[in-house]
């Protein structure tokens, strides 16, 4: 089945660089058709995707946030990381890592359960 | 503005049945399969179709169905608890993004 779970600093300065790791267990990502995607819910607002990257390496962007994001594969063989430069209020958010693979794709079948960054004024 | 199009808020009675809509066009909807997600705030989302399948652990008084560039998500039988936020999302072909709908907030009188 799987599990993913988020990490990172719950709190992040204006213009600095925010990490987060996702965690995964119970699969692999050099499963062929094995994607992981980065979701984020500013708070009483909607989901927005991040970025993706799937099985063969290939990494893909929110265009409007392209520039300042870089999705790669962690040190470990079962973590991916997220980083987002120059953060900004607005970039408060709950951050959520997913999973989708060729049997559902392009739809959603496993959720983490998210990270809360707080960007102050 | 959000990509997909869905209903900002739909409401219901106990045992109706309701129908949430995603609107897209040909390079989203109209190729690939809707994932639809239950999000009961403040907890993450929990994917209650896949395209017209229904995960395991779901009721079946979730369905889901496409026309064209229109999805749907109907609850046959709503329940207080589905009163929650779902949303639509799916892969866009011709920009290479993911996209997702504006949420719809379902009530449940």
């Known amino acids: 089945q799987g599990t993913l779970w988020e990490s990172g600093p719950a709190l992040v300065k204006a213009t600095q660089t925010l990490t987060l790791t996702c965690t995964f267990s119970?699969?692999?990502?050099?499963?062929?058709?094995?994607?992981l995607i980065w979701i984020r819910q500013p708070p009483g607002k909607a989901l927005e995707w991040l970025a993706r990257?799937?099985?063969?390496?290939?990494?893909y962007y929110n265009t409007s946030l392209k520039t300042r994001l870089t999705l790669s594969r962690g040190s470990s063989k079962t973590q991916v990381a997220l980083t987002m430069t120059n953060m900004d209020p607005v970039d408060t958010a709950t951050y959520f890592c997913?999973?989708?693979?060729?049997?559902?794709?392009?739809?959603?079948?496993?959720w983490g359960r998210g990270t809360l960054v707080t960007v102050p004024a | 503005q959000s990509a997909l199009t869905q209903e900002a808020s739909v409401s219901g009675t106990v045992g109706q049945k309701v129908t949430l809509t995603c609107i897209g066009n040909?390079?989203?909807?109209?190729?690939?399969?809707v994932g639809w997600y239950q999000q009961i705030s403040p907890g993450s989302p929990k994917t209650v179709m896949f395209g017209d399948s229904l995960p395991s652990g779901i009721p079946d008084r979730f369905s889901g169905s496409k026309s064209a560039t229109t999805a749907s998500l109907t609850i046959s039988g709503l329940q207080p608890e589905d009163e929650a936020d779902y949303y639509c999302s799916t892969w866009d072909h011709s920009r290479s993004v993911w996209v997702f709908g504006g949420g719809t907030k379902l009530t449940v009188l």
């Open positions: 040909s390079n989203n909807i109209g190729t690939y399969d």
């Open positions: 119970g699969f692999s990502l050099d499963t062929t058709g094995m994607c």
């Open positions: 997913a999973r989708t693979h060729s049997v559902v794709y392009p739809t959603i079948d496993l």
């Open positions: 990257i799937d099985w063969d390496g290939d990494v």
